[in-house]
């Protein structure tokens, strides 16, 4: 009876060859599987990882500016120099009650306390951005997480009778304060050696007229005067257009 099980046994397998086969097939199959699951995995994490350091470096570029934005004005305020922060934290304000121009005229007031403020607004400016990101580390400073600091002049809504009207005057005004800070301010290096970083020459000036105003119903003195101002616009450093595409293309394969 035994040897008549051994050999039904033995005829089964006889008769059915590939089935050894088939679970070797299966089998390699799986493990074939699971070192590709791996493989995703550890890609996905890698791709998820640069994310997360692309997120980082935004994240420590905004915190550079707001850390600016609050050192200038708490510093300026300690010697009672008025300037606000606008923008959701981006932009520096010099209100004319700081700094006030004479009338359809874009050159620094030649006036003491004029002169004052604007001074010591540029020297405290110059080093809150010159600033370390981190006290541990000395290296980086903070306007390196920056991509440019805007000087931008406005005016309020009435006409300017001067060449190119508002236009000429909010950007010859912002030209003056620029000019002023890199021919009087006593710093090392000078504003205009700055550079961000990209490499390229950190500050700029823009004007705006009467198009950005502060208070859009001009129905008072104090409106128009809120309205003429000089704002200190500070953008950080974002990744350029060919880092988003090598993103895009790391995410199709």
Same mark, same amino acid.
């Given at each position: 009876?035994?040897?008549?099980?051994?050999?039904? $046994?033995?005829?089964?397998?006889? %008769?059915?060859?590939?089935?050894?086969?088939?679970s070797d097939l299966m089998s390699a199959l799986l493990v074939v599987f699971i070192l590709a699951a791996v493989a995703l995995i550890i890609e996905l994490t890698q791709? !998820?990882?640069?994310?997360?350091?692309?997120?980082?470096?935004?994240?420590?570029? %905004?915190?550079?500016?707001?850390?600016?934005?609050?050192?200038?004005?708490?510093?300026?305020?300690?010697?009672?120099?008025?300037? +606000? =922060?606008?923008?959701?934290?981006?932009? +520096?304000?010099?209100?004319?009650?700081?700094?006030?121009?004479?009338?359809?005229?874009?050159?620094?007031?030649?006036?003491?306390?004029?002169?004052?403020?604007?001074?010591?607004?540029?020297?405290?400016?110059?080093?809150?951005?010159?600033?370390?990101?981190?006290?541990?580390? !000395? !290296?980086?400073?903070?306007?390196?997480?920056?991509?440019?600091?805007?000087?931008?002049?406005?005016?309020?809504?009435?006409? $300017?009778?001067?060449?190119?009207?508002?236009?000429?005057?909010?950007?010859?005004?912002?030209?003056? +304060?620029?000019?002023?800070?890199?021919?009087?301010?006593?710093?090392?290096?000078? +504003?205009?050696?700055?550079?961000?970083?990209?490499?390229?020459?950190?500050?700029?000036? $823009?004007?705006?007229?009467?198009?950005?105003?502060?208070?859009?119903?001009?129905?008072?003195?104090?409106?128009?005067?809120?309205?003429?101002?000089?704002? =200190?616009?500070?953008?950080?450093?974002?990744?350029?257009?060919?880092?988003?595409?090598?993103? $895009?293309?790391?995410?199709?394969?």
């Amino acid at each position: 009876m035994r040897a008549l099980s051994r050999r039904a $046994s033995r005829n089964v397998d006889e %008769e059915n060859p590939y089935w050894v086969s088939f679970s070797d097939l299966m089998s390699a199959l799986l493990v074939v599987f699971i070192l590709a699951a791996v493989a995703l995995i550890i890609e996905l994490t890698q791709k !998820q990882n640069e994310f997360d350091q692309e997120i980082e470096k935004l994240k420590q570029a %905004e915190q550079a500016r707001r850390d600016i934005l609050h050192d200038i004005r708490d510093e300026l305020a300690k010697q009672n120099v008025t300037v +606000l =922060i606008a923008d959701n934290d981006t932009v +520096l304000r010099i209100p004319e009650s700081t700094l006030s121009f004479d009338s359809d005229r874009d050159e620094i007031p030649d006036n003491d306390n004029v002169e004052k403020a604007v001074t010591l607004i540029g020297e405290v400016l110059h080093k809150a951005i010159s600033q370390p990101v981190d006290a541990g580390d !000395q !290296q980086i400073k903070r306007f390196e997480y920056l991509d440019t600091v805007f000087i931008e002049g406005h005016t309020d809504s009435l006409r $300017s009778y001067r060449d190119k009207g508002n236009w000429g005057l909010s950007t010859f005004r912002a030209i003056s +304060l620029w000019e002023f800070w890199n021919t009087s301010l006593d710093v090392a290096p000078p +504003l205009g050696e700055l550079r961000n970083g990209y490499g390229k020459v950190l500050f700029s000036v $823009s004007g705006y007229a009467a198009t950005r105003r502060v208070n859009e119903e001009e129905t008072t003195g104090d409106d128009r005067r809120a309205n003429r101002r000089i704002d =200190i616009r500070f953008t950080v450093k974002r990744p350029e257009l060919a880092d988003y595409q090598a993103v $895009s293309e790391q995410t199709k394969k």
